[in-house]
Structure formats: structure tokens, C-alpha cells
């Protein structure tokens, strides 16, 4: 890996965080499974995050979950206590989150957002999540990572 280092990166070393770095070819790995699978990973450790978006709560919420997963809107908006939710556009992740799609991390974004990740990530100790930029993954302690990102465990993915 290159010595670049990505906000997210930055962010764990800050709070103490351990995590590894992995880089991978963005043009060549485009969907989460590719990358799971250029990482040699079990598709269930590798998280993707996806931003959302009440319109009666007028609030955002940010949900990981396992790449090869949907994300079920029923659940993830019962789980934040709100009717419902949508996926936001693509158009307003960057303003957004300082982040562009397929490079979107559950941690640094420009504004906290409430933070969910999928309960199914508890049978593991170390998760992968973007760190933060496409071609770069990090994977750490999911404990570590509940912690970082301030967010709560629920079942949110169709099954």
C-alpha cells in the first residue's frame, strides 16, 4: 500500500484506533462484492455505507451493511424510530458527506450523522468499511468502530 493516508485513516490514528489499510483497484473492483472478493474476504465482513434520508424527520441517517446485502427500509427506519426512509440521490452524497459514492465511510463525514450498522457484523471481530476515498478499505475491531462512529447495532438488511 501506498503511503497515502485517508481522513478516515487519520481520524482512527487520532482516537487510537488500530486498523489495517488495504488498497485495491477502483476501476477494476466497482461493486462491494468485487471488492470483497479482490480483499480474499468472506462478502459478510466487507460493509458498505449507505446514507438515507426522512422526509417527515427531516434527517439523515447513516446504515452499514454486508456488501453482498439490501438494504431493508422498513427495518433501518424502525430501528431509527422514524415512518420512513429513503436512499438518498447520488448527487448529494458529496455535499453531504465530503464523500463520493463507492468511497462513502461510516466515519469522518462532514457532519455527524445517527449511525446504525447491521447487528450481523457482531459475528465478527474485525469488519471492513471504506477508508474513506474509493480504492482504499479498512478493516478493524468492530467494537472499535461502533465506538468510533458513535452507532448502534439493529437488523436492518433484507433477507
Known sequence: MKNEKTNVMRLL???GIGYEAFEYDSEKYVSGIEVADALG???DSVFKT???YSEKAREHFVFCIPVAYELDLKKAAAAVGVKDIEMIKQKELLPLTGYVHGGCSPLG???KFRTVIDESA?????????AGKRGYQVRL???DLIRAADAETKDVIKL
Open 141 to 143: 475491531n468492530v467494537d
Open 122 to 130: 457482531l459475528l465478527f471481530d474485525m469488519i471492513y468499511v471504506s
Open 109 to 111: 463525514m462532514r457532519k
Open 13 to 15: 490514528d487520532s482516537v
Open 41 to 43: 474476504e468472506d462478502r
Open 50 to 52: 449507505l446514507v438515507t
